[in-house]
């Protein structure tokens, strides 16, 4: 053999030029066992070809030693290892040979093929260590005798499906997180806990979250957690912060060199900041950073990645914190009703006790015949201080309510501080004198005038002045002002009894009272401190107290001077100077009374000395024995007063006392017949004198009727469960009380025999009481029972109806629950029942009642009934209830606007509403309505009336979650939604009143639907997370030319599926399609579809055609326990001339739609779906894709419908295809997916692949006559395959020349070699050409250029429609013919 | 590179010159064509111009046909007959298929 003869023979053996083919030439085989290429056999020769002209990395194994022969592609692979031509196997891959050498035998062994999947492989291939994957597959090679003497083993890129499938993880863990953290620090720790266990893909990270609403970043937590501060790089968070972007840091090894690197190699060397977006688009909320690990580029994909990382960990965030403010708002809230229940219950007492002593003087004046008499003008003092207390009560509240709604009208006069505050407090002196307190008063002129609103002013200084007096025992009370820097400053000092260090936070709180050891009276709102501050905030000053118990307390006040911190409009010229205001004396008036001289009392804490009754003392029994003693206890000396008269005047022995424990003091001295005691006292209160005197032997027998502002069960049991014999509530009349005065001396005599009897008595006094006849009338009733339902006994008898009963015509079912309870009565078996009931002034209550019949003496039956108020309870289960429904209806909410219709039907049913609307407003853009309950079209915000839009207007401007009532019977509130605000609009039916129990109602179910909201946005935004993801997966980013393909999830419950689509372009320029359908939804299914659809793809790049590769995939599936039964329809497409070779394994069959408007189905080469019967031989099948013609591949969720044969399913997508023939095949994807969808949306999900054969032609070429020639050509080819007629092809062919030409030649006349680009697809019956330059034409002009002229009207006359669309980038000749069929 | 254009010149017994053209004509050969005719024409009152080998003209081919077209005669394939017939050429100068007779176009 001659060395040239040689070397043509090495060509032949080693085609190719790349670098392993000319080292495989010039290996010096005849040394090496495997001897010259000429000897090799035919099987190793063909087995070396493909590898080398293969672009794919593949390998050749051969002999006993596995001797190892590689591709170009191969070459990264192997590292350092290259050049290891034909060294055996062994040496090639010491360090893995213990796993792949096994593998490689058995192949050797059985002839059986493996693989081995996702091998890591640190790669230097692009000048960093990067992480990849590869699968290896390792099929026999066999010897010209039939014997296995290699392996031949294909490798694929897998780097992708496995860090695609890691990352899917690592995101479906963090979204795990959900709901766990109850803070967002604790969120954010959460976070790095997460991102720990993603360390491959972020290698570190580190959480930093907004201080408070501040710019201040905290860092909350770091993934390592063990990362120490010192390690961290200086991050530009400020930076990412402002603009709400991301910011990636390049310069990370400098900045942070001893980062972790999460388990690879090398330390990261880039890390991305991004903002974590706030909830509603709102600022970011902190800054999340991201390392990007070494083993990766940080490219586009893994951009995306970190940006799905920060968006789950925003949304943890920001539910964490969501979660927190619901609590804190439900905290609140509950504070609210705490602080409001006990300022009433404060308020009643205040009412009431005011209101029984001008009650009762009026009663005896009216009973006199002159309405004066001796004691005439004393009892009008007593109902004018009282009156005066009354109104300084109501006028604070008043006050109160403008302020609260900011309709406080001010009036700012400039104002000489120094002498209006001296003049006020002069107005306290006597009071202070007569407490024998020492007053001084130290007001020296400021430099200048103050601007005040002095009734303001007024209320300031007398609520200071009156609450220091109220507190202070000995020594004295101080008033000064100053001058200090820009401010006037006005101190209240004291020595009273000061205030406890833990209340002094809340001393200025509204409602909340100090609890003191000691006072000079019980009485008091509250409200007094919080008034005042608010009046001195509207000054624009601040109020401040200091105080140590025991000591004292000072109270500061700073007003600025000027007028800058005033409103313009408020201010005002300086007035005439006043007197005394008004408003002082009920504070002057209230305060003297509190005092021991005051008007001759001679109690207080003085031994109470017994009055000797005027008229005959009463006396027990008949005969004559001693007058009845009788003790009275109360702060209030009008009340003390009114009490001695009426009980001396009825013949008791009266003293008195002035607090509980100088009642005590006298008991123990001398024991009373009966002690009538207040509750409210100061230093010992009527509970405690109870309670002490049951304590001890020597009184704990002594009668006690206790009297209370407190109304209500709870008051009277607390009181009787303290030992109390009986229990007045204020306001009392005379009568009441000396009826129970004289029952409870009777009782206290009897109280042995008949204390039991007592006790009954007394149970039924204390719920409403009443007796009805044998017609139904009520004939009798108690007090209670007035108190309850507003009917006294002056409208007895109350005959059926009662007038209580709810209005038959519009509430028929409570009037039917109420006329059962009150007529058709008694089955005591029954126990209580409950009924609704209408209050006299037209409120709804809820009571229940209990009845017996009893026989009266004449022989009359009658019927003895007692019922309770238990409305509090009724309204409350009707909340848990409704609360309880609504929370069910946002559960099964498929997103948010199905939540809000959800609520809106739940809110309509409650309320019987005509109508519900709940109007969204965005942060930007027109708001968005929902309706519940109109009849006809739904309202939009364009079409709602202007005043309804206007209200809402102004709904969505007040705070959130307060819920509002209108008048004409409109009810609104607003609420958080996830892209703004959710206003709630409620149009009640007719006349239906809303009340305090609706507003409650409603506050709490929009509280709740605020959440829901909330949840549901969140579950949404982890579904687009996932199909995100699965969009990623599926990709390919490229398709090849002349396809389109869609990917639809199924609609509700939105979850991703196992449907897939893949195109795969193959070595010999062929393409493989791929549609299948793994069974299941979620991420098993998702991870088997990678899987199923990786192999597949490997399968097909080994060129093993359709059936082949499914084969093989029936093995593969079986190893894999959710891929059993997935149906996939495999093709290999030529692109060239439209040849097909598939084979279905279970699938749907394809549709060709046909350019004649015939459909054919692709319905052979079927078997069963992958994995039935793995090993059995699957049959192909092929056709040709006529050109023009349109294939469609899809899953089921395409045609499949519940009741539907599936047949039916397809021949209407073969009519939906052909009719979309003369579509783009874009265009043609978008028709198929939309009118083939069901109306709520696919129920499965849906992949699809369209191809219109050939695929469209796309040149671009150099703006050059001499590219003329080539580009026809291609055109010509192009056309060919279009299968057009030969002179249309030819007019084609000549109106395209010209439109190059003329591009070629005017476009681009003074630059030549830029591009044209021409483009030609092909429908059914329609070609469109479009030839595009950069240059600018002028217009044709005929005459100068003839020949261009010539052009234009060749194109005219050849296309049958030939646009010219000049442009400022360049301009577009497009051309349209119709194709004869 | 320009397209492949082969240009032959021979005379008739009758003196009249006949320009062969076979391949194809178009913006970036035309130059030859023009020279190739303008040679012929100026040693003939008339020149004949075979185009029956022509497998594409254009109009940058066209326009060197009429201007000089009383004095040329054009014979094609009917590949070409569509373009010389819209071209409006047929009208000022005689036409004529390969066998003589009229171009169908």
């Not at chain 1, 060395?3 to 083919?21: H, N, V």
């Not at chain 1, 009276?521 to 000054?539: D, N, W």
């Not at chain 1, 029936?1114 to 059993?1124: G, T």
């Amino acid at each position: 053999m001659s060395g040239a003869e040689r070397i043509g023979r090495r060509e032949l053996a080693f085609p190719g030029g790349g670098e392993m083919s000319r080292r495989m030439r010039e290996h010096p085989w005849a040394q090496t066992p495997m001897g010259d290429p000429g000897t090799w056999s035919a099987g190793l020769r063909t087995a070396v070809r493909i590898c080398l002209t293969s672009r794919f990395p593949m390998i050749v194994w051969w002999g006993p030693e596995l001797r190892f022969l590689y591709n170009d592609a191969y070459m990264p692979l192997l590292g350092t290892n290259h050049p290891a031509t034909a060294k055996p196997g062994e040496q090639v891959w010491s360090e893995i040979w213990h796993i792949i050498g096994p593998m490689l035998e058995s192949v050797m062994n059985s002839g059986e093929a493996t693989w081995s999947e996702d091998l890591l492989l640190p790669l230097s291939r692009h000048g960093y260590l990067e992480e990849t994957y590869w699968t290896y597959s390792y099929s026999p090679l066999h010897d010209d005798d039939g014997a296995v003497r290699g392996v031949f083993t294909a490798v694929s890129d897998t780097t992708e499906r496995v860090i695609g499938e890691r990352q899917l993880a690592a995101l479906q863990d963090l979204g795990a997180q959900a709901g766990l953290a109850r803070d967002a620090a604790e969120a954010g720790r959460l976070v790095a806990r997460s991102l720990g266990r993603a360390a491959m893909d972020v290698p570190f990270a580190a959480v930093y979250l907004r201080r408070d609403g501040g710019d201040d970043l905290e860092l909350v937590a770091t993934s390592p957690a063990d990362a120490h501060p010192a390690d961290l790089p200086d991050w530009p968070l400020q930076e990412v912060l402002a603009e709400a972007r991301p910011v990636t840091v390049t310069d990370l090894a400098d900045r942070a060199p001893r980062l972790p690197s999460g388990g690879w190699q090398a330390p990261p060397t880039q890390a991305v900041l991004l903002p974590l977006a706030g909830e509603t688009g709102g600022r970011p909320i902190g800054v999340i950073a991201l390392a990007a690990s070494a083993g990766r580029a940080l490219d586009a994909a893994y951009h995306s990645f970190l940006a799905l990382v920060a968006r789950q960990s925003a949304a943890l965030v920001n539910a964490a914190r969501a979660y927190q403010n619901q609590q804190r708002r439900a905290e609140e809230l509950a504070e609210l009703d705490r602080a409001k229940t006990t300022f009433f219950s404060n308020i009643s007492h205040e009412f009431r006790t005011p209101l029984t002593l001008i009650a009762g003087p009026l009663e005896e004046l009216r009973s006199r015949p002159d309405g004066t008499g001796a004691g005439g003008s004393e009892q009008l003092e007593v109902i004018h201080r009282n009156a005066l207390r009354l109104g300084k009560l109501v006028n604070t509240l008043l006050d109160f309510s403008r302020i609260e709604a900011g309709r406080m009208q001010a009036r700012y006069e400039p104002v000489d501080l120094a002498a209006v505050t001296a003049e006020l407090a002069g107005v306290f002196r006597s009071a202070v004198d007569q407490a024998g307190l020492v007053f001084e008063v130290d007001c020296r002129p400021l430099p200048e005038p103050v601007r005040l609103d002095r009734a303001m002013w007024e209320k300031v200084v007398l609520n200071l002045l009156s609450n220091a007096l109220k507190f202070t025992f000995t020594g004295s009370i101080r008033v000064s002002v100053r001058a200090e820097g820009q401010e006037a400053v006005v101190r209240v000092t004291d020595t009273g009894i000061g205030v406890a260090a833990e209340e002094m936070p809340r001393l200025f709180e509204r409602f909340h009272r100090i609890e003191s050891a000691r006072s000079r009276s019980g009485e008091g709102s509250g409200i007094g401190l919080a008034l005042v501050q608010e009046l001195v905030a509207l000054h624009g000053g601040s109020i401040g107290a200091r105080s140590r118990e025991g000591e004292g307390t000072e109270f500061t006040v700073r007003l600025p001077t000027g007028t800058a911190h005033l409103p313009a409009h408020s201010l005002a010229p300086a007035g005439e100077p006043r007197g005394v205001p008004a408003a002082a004396e009920p504070f002057v008036q209230e305060a003297l009374r509190w005092l021991p001289q005051g008007d001759g009392d001679e109690a207080s804490a003085a031994l109470p000395s017994p009055v000797r009754a005027q008229a005959t003392p009463y006396r027990t029994g008949g005969g004559p024995s001693a007058p009845v003693r009788v003790l009275i206890a109360d702060d209030n000396a009008d009340m003390r007063d009114y009490l001695t008269r009426l009980l001396t005047s009825a013949g008791y022995l009266v003293s008195s006392a002035a607090d509980g424990l100088a009642a005590l003091e006298a008991v123990r001295r001398d024991t009373p017949d009966l002690l009538v005691s207040d509750v409210m006292m100061p230093r010992l209160d009527g509970l405690q004198l109870v309670a002490a005197l049951r304590g001890d032997p020597s009184t704990a027998a002594v009668p006690v009727l206790l009297l209370s502002a407190r109304a209500g069960q709870e008051a009277s049991i607390e009181g009787l469960d303290a030992g109390a014999d009986d229990y007045l509530v204020k306001p009392f009349s005379a009568a009441d009380l000396l009826a129970r005065v004289r029952a409870n001396v009777e009782l206290a005599r009897l109280r042995s025999h008949h204390a039991s009897w007592r006790t009954a008595l007394i149970d039924s006094l204390q719920e409403a009481f009443l007796v009805v006849d044998d017609q139904g009338a009520v004939v009798e009733t108690n007090a209670a029972f007035t108190d309850i339902l507003g009917y006294g006994p002056e409208g007895l008898p109350y005959p059926v109806p009662h007038p209580w009963w709810p209005d038959r015509a519009r509430h028929p079912q409570a009037h039917r629950q109420a006329r059962e309870a009150f007529t058709g009565l008694t089955d005591p078996a029954e126990g209580a029942r409950v009924t609704p009931v209408t209050h006299r002034d037209g409120h709804r209550l809820w009571v229940a009642a209990t009845f017996n019949r009893v026989q009266e003496q004449q022989g009359r039956e009658l019927t003895v009934g007692t019922f309770r108020d238990v409305s509090a309870e009724h309204y409350a289960l009707q909340r848990d209830t409704a609360v309880a429904a609504l929370s069910v209806r946002l559960a099964e909410a498929a997103g948010v606007d199905h939540a809000i219709r959800g609520a809106l039907e739940q809110f309509r049913a409650l309320w019987q509403a005509r109508q519900v609307l709940a109007v969204t407003f965005p942060e930007a853009g027109e708001p968005t309505v929902a309706a519940a309950g109109a009849g006809g079209a739904a309202p939009r915000w364009d079409t709602l009336p202007a005043e309804h839009r206007a209200r809402l207007e102004t709904l969505r401007r007040g705070p959130l979650l307060t819920a509002i009532s209108e008048p004409g019977g409109t009810a609104g509130i607003t609420v958080e939604h996830p892209g703004g605000l959710l206003a709630l609009r409620i149009e009640l039916g007719e006349n239906r009143p809303f009340g305090a129990e609706d507003r409650t109602l409603l506050t709490l179910l929009a509280g709740r639907l605020g959440q829901g909201l909330h949840r549901t946005h969140q579950i949404d935004q982890h579904r687009e997370t996932a199909l995100t993801l699965q969009r990623a997966i599926l990709g390919p980013s490229r398709l090849p030319d002349g396809f389109a393909v869609r990917y639809e999830p199924a609609g509700r419950p939105l979850e991703v599926g196992g449907d897939w689509y893949d195109t795969v372009a193959l070595p010999d320029g062929r393409l493989g399609i791929v549609v299948g359908d793994c069974v299941g939804r979620g991420l098993q299914a998702a991870t088997v579809m990678g899987q199923l659809r990786s192999a597949c793809r490997a399968l097909l790049l080994q060129e093993a055609g359709p059936a082949r590769t499914l084969m093989a995939l029936d093995r593969f599936a079986a190893l894999i326990p959710a891929a059993m039964c997935t149906t996939v329809f495999c093709g290999v497409l030529d692109p060239a001339d439209g040849r097909l070779t598939y084979a279905s394994a279970g699938h749907p069959p394809g549709i060709l739609a046909l350019p004649d408007g015939s459909i054919r189905l692709l319905d052979g080469g079927r078997s069963v779906p992958l994995a039935v019967r793995p090993g059995h031989h699957r049959p192909e099948a092929g056709c040709t894709v006529p050109a023009r013609a349109t294939l469609m591949l899809y899953t089921d969720g395409l045609v499949e419908r519940r009741r539907r044969p599936l047949t039916e399913g397809i021949v209407q997508a073969g009519g939906v295809l052909d009719e979309g023939r003369e579509l783009t095949v874009d265009g043609l994807a978008t028709s198929v997916m939309a009118r083939l969808a069901p109306r709520d949306g696919y129920e499965d999900d849906v992949a699809l692949l369209v191809y219109r054969h050939p695929a469209p032609l796309d040149l671009t070429f150099p703006a050059d006559s001499a590219q003329l020639a080539p580009v026809r050509g291609a055109l010509r080819d192009w056309l060919g395959r279009c299968e057009l007629d030969h002179p249309v092809a030819q007019n084609v062919l000549v109106a395209a020349g010209e439109a190059c030409a003329n591009a070629i030649e005017h476009g681009h006349r003074d630059a030549p070699g830029r591009a044209v680009r021409l483009r030609a697809a092909a429908t059914a019956e329609h070609l469109r050409l479009s030839v595009t330059d950069s240059g600018s034409w002028k217009p044709p002009q005929p005459g100068r250029d003839p020949g261009r002229g010539r052009g234009l009207i060749l194109m005219r006359a050849l296309m049958q429609q030939v646009t010219v669309e000049p442009g400022a980038a360049g301009t577009t000749v497009e051309m349209h013919t119709r194709i004869a069929r | 590179m320009k397209t492949p254009l082969a240009l032959t010149t021979a005379g008739r017994p009758d003196g009249t010159a006949v320009v062969t053209a076979v391949g194809e004509i178009d913006l970036s050969n035309v130059d030859a064509f023009t020279a190739a005719l303008t040679t012929a024409l100026a040693g003939s009152r008339t020149v004949v111009v075979d185009l029956t080998a022509v497998e594409y003209l254009d109009s940058a081919g066209l326009n060197v046909l009429f201007s000089h077209a009383p004095r040329v005669e054009v014979v094609a394939s009917a590949l070409l007959g569509p373009v010389l017939a819209i071209s409006g050429l047929a009208e000022l100068t005689t036409v004529r298929g390969a066998d003589g007779g009229p171009l169908a176009g």
